[in-house]
């Protein structure tokens, strides 16, 4: 049983340093009654990250493209 406890603790801490280095966490703090609609649509997203992430990066191209 250690060994085992012993794996998840080494993969945890590789995974901690991985995300150090190489990822930044974000918040969005949405209002219940002004933000709904932005709620409702990121809820039936089937990845929230991937859809805010496709949204950027098409207003980042269409930005590119009006200058």
């Known amino acids: ?35 709904l609609d932005i709620i409702q649509w990121l809820w039936a997203q089937p990845s929230k990250q991937g859809a805010i992430k496709r949204l950027i990066r098409e207003e980042i191209a269409r930005k590119r493209e009006n200058k």
């Open 1 to 35: 049983m250690k060994d085992w406890l012993d794996s998840i603790e080494s993969r945890n801490k590789a995974q901690s340093k991985y995300d150090k280095e190489h990822t930044q966490g974000l918040y969005i703090k949405l209002n219940l009654k002004n933000d």
